[in-house]
């Protein structure tokens, strides 16, 4: 009787551990939906990160080329107005100076053609545009645009690249020694 109660206590037991073997094979929800969804979202968050950042790096380098560009057309003397232009007294020369309101003569034509050269527009390669060039002799005025590709596209939705566009000014004033 022991015997015969032994095996149909393991029987039994069996029974009990099949039982609850199935319960966790059948799956009222899975963990795979999530999974999906979550890296969806990380997927969706680097590529949004990452082109802005991208984005952002581009803007500040257009930047900094646009005002090191037009800083240096800015040195383009109009040397007839610059030597040859009404004579100031000293007196008036220096405090005008000294306020920051005497300014260097630019030469607008060649500051224009320094600009462009600096910039390289008008070769293959570059996706420069200058929007906007203005000189009135004393301040110079820039604005331009560049297309870049996007690091990560979505082609399926036209996402493929973006423009930057920078102005700067600057004007170049008279020192005191």
Excluded: W
């Excluded at 039994?12 to 999906?36: C, H, M, Q, T």
């Excluded at 870049?148 to 020192?175: C, E, K």
Aim: with cysteine; charged share 20%; aromatic share 10%.
């Amino acid at each position: 009787m022991n015997i015969q109660n032994q095996i149909t206590l393991k029987s039994e037991a069996k029974e009990v551990i099949l039982l609850n073997r199935s319960d966790f094979l059948i799956e009222d929800g899975s963990i795979s939906p999530l999974i999906i969804f979550y890296f969806s979202i990380v997927l969706f968050l680097t590529f949004i990160i990452t082109n802005m950042g991208a984005a952002y790096i581009s803007h500040r380098e257009l930047t900094s080329r646009a005002e090191a560009a037009l800083s240096i057309a800015a040195q383009e003397l109009d040397e007839f107005k610059y030597y040859y232009s009404s004579p100031i007294t000293e007196n008036v020369a220096d405090i005008s100076i000294q306020k920051g309101e005497l300014k260097v003569p630019i030469d607008c034509t060649d500051a224009n053609n320094r600009f462009r050269e600096i910039l390289g527009i008008g070769q293959e390669y570059t996706n420069l545009v200058i929007r906007d060039f203005e000189c009135n002799g004393r301040e110079l005025f820039a604005s331009i645009e560049e297309q870049r590709d996007l690091i990560f596209q979505l082609r399926f939705l036209n996402i493929t690249s973006f423009h930057n566009r920078v102005s700067v000014a600057t004007d170049s004033t008279y020192l005191m020694n």
